[in-house]
C-alpha cells in the first residue's frame, strides 16, 4: 500500500521560514518525479515545485520561484520543500505527490499517488 505522509506545516508570520517534509512508502521511490502542490480555499490545486527522479531536476512555480526548494533523499524515501520568505497568499494546504511519468508535468492530474497534505498558514 502507497503511502505519503506530509508532515512540517504550520502557522508563520509573513517572512518566516517553514519546511515540509514527505516520507513515502510502498513504492519504489528512485522511480517516482515527486512533486509538491497546493490548494488554497476555494481555489484549485496548483503546482507548486517538483524534484527529477535522481534530484537533479526541478522545476518551480514562478510564484514562489526563489523562495522555496526542493529536494529528496532516496535513501530514506523522503522529499523536502524549504519554504523562505513565506507570504500570506502562500496560505494554503500543502500536498506532496508522486509521478511515474517519465515526461515533466505540472498537472495535477498526471501525478499517481497523492499525501493527505499539510496546513500552512502565514500571517501578515
Known amino acids: 500500500q502507497v503511502q505519503l505522509v506530509e508532515s512540517g506545516g504550520g502557522l508563520v508570520q509573513a517572512g518566516g521560514s517553514l519546511r515540509l517534509s514527505c516520507a513515502a512508502s510502498?513504492?519504489?521511490?528512485?522511480?517516482?518525479?515527486m512533486g509538491w502542490f497546493r490548494q488554497a480555499p476555494g481555489k484549485e490545486r496548483e503546482f507548486v515545485a517538483r524534484?527529477?527522479?535522481?534530484?537533479?531536476?526541478?522545476n518551480y512555480a514562478d510564484s514562489v520561484k526563489g523562495r522555496f526548494t526542493i529536494s529528496r533523499d532516496n535513501a530514506k524515501n523522503t522529499v523536502a520543500l524549504q519554504m523562505n520568505s513565506l507570504k500570506p497568499e502562500d496560505t494554503a494546504a500543502y500536498y506532496c505527490?508522486?509521478?511515474?511519468?517519465?515526461?515533466?508535468?505540472?498537472?495535477?492530474?498526471?501525478?499517481?499517488?497523492w499525501g493527505q497534505g499539510t496546513q500552512v498558514t502565514v500571517s501578515s
Open positions: 510502498g513504492l519504489p521511490f528512485s522511480t517516482y518525479a
Open positions: 505527490a508522486a509521478d511515474l511519468g517519465l515526461v515533466f508535468t505540472t498537472l495535477a492530474r498526471n501525478y499517481d499517488y
Open positions: 524534484i527529477s527522479r535522481n534530484g537533479f531536476g526541478t
